[in-house]
């Protein structure tokens, strides 16, 4: 899960390196915001997201007598969320050739997402992760890592990983290029 996280922040340091060229008058393409999007859609929601809505919360939901159902559906929400504000973004990326105002739009979008993905972030960080460590037994931490290692192993052997790593190093790359600029 911890690696999960490091990826998905360092999509936001992406994305918000995008946007500081956007704001600087700097070309990114539509190409760039595109892979951002497939990254952070396909990495965040459908590897990371997957594996606490359909593997974590199930098994946290019956802890403590349900007194975090709540708090659990909390982070439901805001998963869906994140991926409306992505959906947003795809849709906002598709009018970056109208000019100043549509990439300030885009720009817009993308921060409202990076403030939003912090929040979450640090809520789990805060809140969640000892939660998990003082709620579970040693047996539940093993069950819960085994069924990740699971998903993980099928994400690795489906190229997965190698995919979005490729793609994360070539847009670092590319946007180091854009922010570099005099």
């Not at 100043?100 to 817009?108: D, F, G, L, P, R």
């Not at 690795?156 to 570099?180: A, N, P």
């Amino acid at each position: 899960m911890h690696y999960d996280i490091d990826v998905v922040k360092r999509m936001m340091q992406v994305l918000e390196s995008a946007s500081n060229c956007l704001d600087k008058d700097r070309p990114v393409s539509q190409e760039i915001f595109a892979d951002i999007v497939e990254v952070i859609s396909g990495f965040s929601d459908k590897h990371h997201q997957e594996k606490e809505d359909k593997v974590l919360f199930p098994v946290l939901k019956v802890k403590d007598e349900g007194k975090k159902k709540d708090f659990l559906g909390r982070l439901l929400m805001e998963h869906v969320s994140a991926r409306d504000e992505i959906r947003n973004l795809a849709k906002a990326i598709n009018t970056i050739h109208h000019g100043t105002k549509a990439k300030k739009k885009i720009a817009k979008i993308a921060r409202s997402y990076i403030r939003h993905m912090e929040k979450h972030i640090e809520m789990e960080e805060r809140i969640l992760f000892p939660w998990i460590n003082k709620t579970l037994s040693t047996d539940e931490h093993m069950m819960l890592i085994k069924k990740f290692e699971a998903m993980e192993k099928e994400d690795i052997e489906s190229g997965v990983h190698e995919k979005y790593t490729v793609m994360i190093e070539r847009l670092e790359q590319q946007l180091m290029f854009c922010s570099d600029r005099e």
